[in-house]
């Protein structure tokens, strides 16, 4: 398992798995300003470009202590959509609060980005796992 140490303004913490292929991103931030949402995909870009350069990968969000006002719910469906396009193949989130739940289905239905929700990190770890047998067929 290697761990990505978050720089003092990192409200990221990236693990990846390597046991699972999969990277798990505990988010500590809460989206208020466009300002935040610009920050917030600076991370994610920072992060895929320098641990998984041309590479595309799975990825968990643990976000109980992530939310995103609606204010800026728009700006981040747009800067949600950018990000897992350019960086994942499948994403799962776990511990979404009401208000960010509604961001994501609504970024799902505008931008088509992924959507999901588990309550554990295992729950989403199987799915995962049933996702890529459906892929292979085997």
């Known amino acids: 398992m290697r761990s990505v140490r978050p720089t003092a303004e ?10 699972h292929d999969v990277v798990l991103a505990h988010v500590e931030w809460l989206l208020d300003s466009k300002k935040d949402v610009e920050d917030w995909l ?7 470009t320098r641990h998984h350069a041309g590479r595309k990968v799975d990825v968990i969000f643990e976000l109980s202590k992530f939310s995103v006002s609606p204010r800026v719910a728009a700006a981040f469906g747009e800067a ?21 739940k509604v961001a994501m289905y609504t970024s799902r239905v505008l931008h ?27």
Do not use: C
């Open 42 to 48: 600076s991370a994610y870009e920072d992060y895929f």
């Open 112 to 138: 088509g980005a992924a959507a999901n929700e588990f309550s554990t990190i295992d729950q989403a770890l199987a799915q995962l796992k049933a996702d890529r047998t459906a892929d292979t067929g085997t």
């Open 10 to 19: 990192s409200k990221i913490k990236f693990r990846y798995l390597a046991e």
């Open 80 to 100: 949600r959509a950018k990000m897992m396009a350019a960086f994942t193949k499948r994403t799962y989130r776990v511990n979404l609060d009401d208000a960010t």
